[in-house]
């Protein structure tokens, strides 16, 4: 099983800010089959960046995902106020596993 | 427009078998698989597994195999999830989610309450 390991736990950031999450995997993730979802609470999660680095339909510009192999980033450039919320790096090999989380909350 | 509407909140005794229910609308129903996630109160994302609506195959999560049954109606364009001998730490909110490869449409989430 592939671990995913998200840094930091929680970012503490203001509107306008840049953002910058970390999801590292235990061993190479094939085909950049590497995920981002952005949760609210209450909601079900939804797909931000897929492929590493390709965004999901409907995704604005500021979200954008970079890496491949063992090292992955999703940068939010500028926060916008609905950006506060839960984020997931998940691979989707053939066993899908999901990191634990980065909270990105307001400062 | 496309969705995934997953059937209401469940509560159960321990030892007894929850079957959750996932009906697609939107797209064509056989071109993509439906995975199940859960999510633990306060906690994050964990797989449960897959299935193919267009054939029937399915990949379960090794800790849930021989406890988990994923099966479609192609004629309804629903998935299911059943959960057999259900503990206390199987209260999670289930959701379905439809997959080619990312999953980049989800259900609203059914909370599964397994308690005594």
């Known amino acids: 099983e592939i671990v995913l390991t998200q840094s930091p736990g929680t970012l503490s950031l203001s509107p306008g800010e840049r953002a910058t999450l970390s999801c590292r995997a235990s061993?190479?993730?094939?085909?950049?089959?590497l995920a981002w979802y952005q949760q609210k609470p209450g909601q079900a999660p939804r797909l931000l960046i897929y492929g590493a680095s390709s965004r999901a339909t409907g995704i604005p510009d500021r979200f954008s995902g970079s890496g491949s192999g063992t090292d992955f980033t999703l940068t939010i450039s500028r926060l916008e106020p609905e950006d506060f919320a839960v984020y997931y790096c998940q691979q989707y090999g053939s066993s899908p596993t999901f990191g634990q989380g980065t909270k990105v909350e307001i400062k | 427009q496309v969705q995934l509407v997953q059937s209401g909140a469940e509560v159960k005794k321990p030892g007894a078998s929850v079957k959750v229910s996932c009906k697609a609308s939107g797209y064509t129903f056989t071109s993509y698989g439906i995975s199940w996630v859960r999510q633990a109160p306060g906690q994050g994302l964990e797989w449960m597994g897959w299935i193919s609506a267009y054939n029937g195959n399915t990949n379960y999560a090794q800790k849930l195999q021989g406890r988990v049954t994923m099966t479609t109606d192609t004629s309804t364009s629903t998935a299911y999830m059943e959960l057999r001998s259900l503990r206390s730490d199987d209260t999670a909110v289930y959701y379905c989610a439809r997959t080619q490869d990312a999953f980049d449409i989800w259900g609203q989430g059914t909370m599964v309450t397994v308690s005594s």
């Open positions: 061993q190479s993730v094939s085909s950049s089959y």
